[in-house]
């Protein structure tokens, strides 16, 4: 199965700052099939980005995907309080589906 | 607007077979696939499988020995069951829509193994 490594496991960044979250797959993830998840406390998680780049349905456009073959990137480019979570990669390129560790966003 | 509700019993004893389901209302069922996804207390998210409206399904392999995924679509509805489980199968309990990407999902139900 492929494994999803997220990095940093914690960002603490200031309002108005830019958060880049890493997600390296151990082998290359078909057709760009990744997408990222926000998860708020006590809530499902939330859909953002799915095909590696492309936004979900009523998701700002402070938040964009990048990436292909085992490198892919989330960034958000102006943080605000409300982006407070923990940020999941998922892969759906292949069976099993994987989802990275996670990376904890913290608003300073 | 899409809604899925998981249901069922948040305690099961050890050894015994957890069962959800799922009631996805305000959308179309057919067409789409199904999926169960878990979350260990303070722990990343982990898939189970899916299943199609037309019964076709996929499991992840490490759980394939235990898990049953099912599917009724004249009540909108699709089923989990976990045999023989542990305390490691305590976790949130999440519905999805689709086999890809979940756009849409249920609330979650915590279920906890303990005797």
């Known amino acids: 199965e492929i494994v999803l490594t997220q990095s940093p496991g914690t960002l603490s960044l200031s309002p108005g700052e830019r958060a880049t979250l890493s997600c390296r797959a151990s082998q290359s993830v078909s057709n760009s099939y990744l997408a990222w998840y926000q998860q708020k406390p006590g809530q499902a998680p939330r859909l953002l980005i799915y095909?590696?780049?492309s936004r979900a349905t009523g998701i700002p456009d402070r938040f964009s995907g990048s990436g292909s073959g085992t490198d892919f990137t989330l960034t958000i480019s102006r943080l605000e309080p409300e982006d407070s979570a923990v940020y999941y990669c998922q892969q759906y390129g292949s069976s099993p589906q994987t989802f990275g560790q996670g990376t904890k966003v913290e608003i300073k | 607007q899409v809604q899925l509700q998981e249901s069922g019993p948040g305690l099961v004893k050890p050894s015994e077979t957890l069962s959800l389901t799922c009631t996805v209302s305000g959308g179309s069922f057919n067409n789409y696939y199904w999926t169960w996804i878990r979350q260990p207390p303070g722990k990343g998210l982990e898939w189970i499988g899916y299943i199609s409206y037309t019964g076709t399904t996929n499991y992840n392999p490490s759980l394939k020995s235990r898990v049953t995924i099912s599917v009724d679509t004249s009540k909108n509805q699709f089923s989990l069951q976990l045999t023989s489980v542990t305390a490691a199968d305590t976790a949130m309990y999440y519905c999805a829509r689709n086999s890809a990407w979940f756009a849409y999902w249920g609330q979650g139900t915590l279920v906890t193994v303990s005797s």
């Open positions: 095909g590696a780049s």
